[in-house]
């Protein structure tokens, strides 16, 4: 048996006194209730001598187990055997006695209370827990009964020991001991293990802890470095499950917070800390997370004293935030400045009368110390704890105080539900289970020193943190809270920052590229999301740093920005209005075209039956003059706000008039070039041509496929009002969508177009000269061809002096509604002639030049063809005027002078 607890030295050699639990399967007869219990833990304790009335047992009705570091293992090697580790043998820890201390406080406050549990008696057996595995007989000691373990038994017919436990301290000593305790469902309510992996129920559903978990630890620190806006930090932890899973969990969370993770390193016994911090040094790194246990946070702070580490921020988790030791050290005001988490209630009213008592009594009884130890059974010895003064205890680290306060309290209010108390009494009759404790736990609300403790579904508390920054410049140092953070019901989080001592008194930088200005996005230029360059927004775009701080965003169609923008501007929507002074001038001008239309319709209409009027082009020309004035008519609907309608009837309207303008100009050069050879070469084809009305004929057949064409186009493309966003950067234009005008602008306007070719046939026997050509504006030709200003007298003279004209072909000249041959035709007499030749003032008979097909008119060299055989105006003109040109009889027949 004592092999089993591991005793070396003088306590080996008590063998009743350390005799670990042994396992059975057969039931163990003694009473069945509470009190039984209680009892037959009482007759062991009565066996153990004097360790009753030592800091580590009490009597009473109900016992709590209690599991404090009241020593630690730096180091622990690997034993192949089953001996129990012997706490005393090591390190001692102030705070674990201060740990234990407030145990005993909370049970002798609740024993002394007359509502809580009015007539039962709390008792507790505690033991030192120094090491994560070799410290077993603690464990089967709180699950035994009466000395034994039955593993098998029911929840309902099995009565631990103790009823629940708090401790122990640390997160890899508590998933190792918990499966233990789980089988019972004893209760565990733990106030120093914070791992995230023990909130699964699954695994581990009787454990309760009044401390924040590593999720909440982690949130908290991510909410500080985002508070001071940096972005580049080292995750600096041990190797144990607390830093491993709070190094997971903070990996996690800055995923998508623009925090960068920039070094990260599990420190051991082993590590050279000098090297580490060289390495965050050369990484610029200026904000360090030490996420590690006290003595491995108080190495690395030790060594950046050593190694002269200067104005570093270094933010402690809630294992060292609160050390005592570490602020005293020389030389640690010129590291920087450190921040801490700790538990906002730090106090615990009437603890320090307790202590001052409870040390009054150790001092008592001092003397007869060491016959008591050598009664006491495995890891319940404590050689230094009589030593520590009253101070020494109160002025350790306090972080975890409320936390155990609060787990007694927890378990201590879970009976009363248990028992049914009341307040007078409780129903000590009743049958109290430690799994009944778990079930009143989960549904517990009560407030304890003004705190408010409740749990959740995973048995974790309220959250309710403190910020605290050191004050290392004066003496002794000091803990000042600079911030707060809660949870429930619903998350703050504040810091003051007027009261945190920066050095220079300024925020240190801690970011891996410089912010970018405003109207700059970021480029990435790393491995890590936080380095970067900066990159102006073009025109028309913006930059949100709230919605992608890595993306330009363009503007929406109706708004523009400048370069370099974070917001974009709404565009004014601007069209051309009636009442603008440009439009009511071009208004004008149209109507002014409209009624000089009219006018020459009147004009033609009045003079229908005249030469002039006929020859022009008869009932054509209204044709032409009524598509010019609904061509006319579609300007009006240009302005004003564009509209389905207006953009139909703007279109449809020009379009279609245009067409048939453009097929009565398409017949008249036709009939200008091809009429003569057709009637040579093709007098059947030029006889039906005549007969039916070929021109009229040709115009409906054009006009009237053009407008199938245009209704199926406005059928299936139908033009619309667009928005105009790229001529003006702050306007938008209401404009309609490209249509076929500017087709027929390009068709019919350009010099190397259809037009220009037929242009150049029509006046392709004139001697033209290169500049003539080039410099003819086919708008004007084209206008001068819709309203000829022919003079009727042109051709009289022509008639008069041309008698090889026959009557035939003037009558065929007048069918054909055209006397351009006619005008043509007009020449000069020699001076000194009576009469002139036959052939300089009478049409040929064959017109051969036509017979020749013309030349492809794109690759004519025009400066080479018109610049032959060119002649004086004057030379093969016929003048109008013959005043000095009149013979009379008497000059017939006789030789000019």
Not at 53 to 66: I, P, V
Not at 261 to 278: C, D, F, H, R, V
């Amino acid at each position: 048996m004592c092999d089993l607890c591991g005793c070396a030295g003088r306590v080996r050699s008590l063998k009743p006194n350390c005799s670990a639990p042994t396992f059975s399967s057969s039931k163990v007869p003694g009473r069945q209730d509470g009190m039984g219990e209680r009892k037959g833990g009482a007759a062991l304790m009565s066996e153990a001598g004097s360790c009753s009335a030592s800091d580590f047992s009490l009597e009473g009705d109900y016992l709590l187990g209690g599991l404090f570091p009241l020593h630690e293992i730096e180091k622990e090697t690997t034993l192949f055997s089953a001996e129990t580790t012997e706490c005393f043998r090591h390190s001692t820890s102030t705070s674990g006695y201060q740990m234990l201390q407030v145990m005993r406080f909370a049970v002798e406050e609740i024993n002394n209370s007359t509502t809580l549990l009015p007539n039962v008696s709390l008792g507790y057996e505690i033991f030192d827990h120094c090491t994560d595995s070799k410290n077993f007989h603690s464990v089967f000691s709180f699950i035994s009964n009466n000395g034994s373990i039955k593993p098998k038994e029911k929840l309902n017919n099995y009565q631990p020991k103790v009823i629940a436990l708090t401790g122990p301290y640390g997160s890899t000593r508590t998933m190792t001991i918990a499966p233990l305790f789980t089988m019972d469902l004893i209760p565990m309510v733990n106030y120093g293990a914070s791992t995230y992996a023990l909130s699964n129920k699954l695994q581990y559903p009787s454990f309760v802890r009044t401390i924040p978990s590593n999720k909440d630890l982690i949130e908290m620190i991510i909410h500080i470095i985002w508070w001071f806006g940096w972005n580049w930090v080292a995750f600096i932890g041990s190797q144990d499950d607390y830093s491993s899973d709070g190094l997971k969990l903070f990996n996690e969370y800055i995923s998508n917070t623009g925090i960068c993770l920039a070094y990260q390193e599990g420190l051991s016994l082993n590590t050279n800390y000098s090297l580490t911090l060289k390495k965050i040094d050369m990484l610029n790194i200026n904000v360090i997370v030490i996420f590690a246990l006290p003595q491995y946070a108080s190495k690395i702070v030790k060594a950046a004293i050593a190694n002269n580490i200067r104005d570093k921020v270094w933010i402690a988790s809630n294992a060292w935030a609160m050390n005592q030791q570490l602020p005293r050290e020389p030389g640690i005001e010129k590291i920087g400045t450190v921040i801490g988490i700790t538990e906002r209630l730090l106090s615990l009213p009437g603890f320090n009368q307790f202590v001052y008592k409870a040390r009054g009594a150790s001092d008592a009884g001092h003397n007869d110390y060491e016959g008591k130890v050598k009664s006491k059974t495995c890891n319940q010895v404590c050689h230094y704890c009589s030593l520590l003064t009253a101070e020494e205890i109160i002025n350790e680290n306090p972080s975890l105080s409320f936390a155990i306060y609060a787990a007694i309290y927890t378990i201590a209010h879970a009976l009363h539900k248990v028992l049914q108390c009341d307040i007078n009494e409780c129903q000590k009759n009743t049958m109290a289970k430690p799994y009944m404790l778990l079930g009143e736990i989960k549904k517990l609300h009560f407030i304890l020193n003004g705190r408010q403790v409740k749990y959740d579904d995973h048995f974790d508390p309220a959250i309710s943190f403190a910020v605290v920054v050191w004050r290392t410049e004066v003496n002794p140092p000091q803990f000042v809270m600079v911030g707060t953070y809660e949870k429930h019901p619903g998350i703050t989080f504040t810091i003051d920052n007027s009261l945190l001592p920066w050095h220079n008194k300024k925020v240190p930088f801690s970011n891996c590229s410089v912010e970018c200005k405003a109207g700059y996005s970021r480029q990435p230029d790393d491995f890590h999301s936080c380095c970067f360059t900066c990159k102006k927004c073009p025109p028309n775009s913006y930059v949100d740093f709230s919605r992608d701080p890595y993306t330009c965003f363009p503007c929406a169609e109706g708004e523009w920005s400048d370069e370099g923008s974070t917001t974009c501007k709404t565009r004014s929507v601007v069209y051309p209005q009636f009442t603008e002074i440009p439009s009511i001038i071009v208004m004008v001008s149209a109507a002014c075209l409209i009624i000089l239309l009219i006018a020459i319709f009147c004009l033609f209409a009045y003079n229908y039956d005249t030469p002039v009027v006929k020859s022009a082009g008869g009932g054509m020309c209204f044709l032409m003059l009524t598509s010019l004035i609904m061509s006319s008519i579609s300007v009006f609907f240009f302005f004003g706000k564009p509209s389905f309608v207006f953009c139909l009837l703007r279109n449809a309207i020009f379009v279609f008039f245009f067409t048939v303008c453009i097929s009565c100009l398409t017949v008249r050069s036709f009939q200008i070039i091809s009429v003569f050879k057709m009637a040579a070469q093709f007098p059947k084809v030029h006889s039906l041509w005549v007969k039916h009305n070929g021109q009229r004929l040709f115009i409906a057949f054009v006009s009237f496929i053009h407008f199938i064409s245009c209704v199926i186009w406005m059928t299936v493309n139908p033009v619309k009002a667009i928005a105009d966003s790229w001529t003006y950067k702050d306007q938008l234009m209401l404009i309609y969508s490209p249509h076929i005008t500017m087709f027929y602008a390009q068709i019919f306007t350009s010099k190397r177009s259809t037009l220009a070719k037929i242009w150049l046939a029509a006046h392709w026997e004139k001697k033209i000269t290169k500049a003539h050509v080039f410099e003819c504006d086919l708008e004007t030709t084209i206008k001068e061809i819709l309203s000829p200003q022919v003079n009727a007298s042109s051709y009289v003279p022509s008639l008069i002096l041309n008698p090889s004209v026959t009557t035939e072909r003037v009558n065929t000249a007048r069918e054909l509604n055209d006397i351009s041959f006619l005008i043509t035709g007009q020449t000069d007499l020699p001076e000194d002639a009576m009469e002139a030749a036959l052939k300089s003032i009478t049409l040929p008979e064959d017109f051969t030049d036509f017979d020749s097909q013309l030349p492809d008119l794109n690759t004519i060299d025009v400066v080479d063809h018109f610049s032959l055989n060119q002649c004086r105006t004057e030379d093969i003109t016929l003048k109008e005027t013959f005043e000095n040109h009149f013979l009379t009889m008497e000059q017939i027949g006789k030789p000019s002078e």
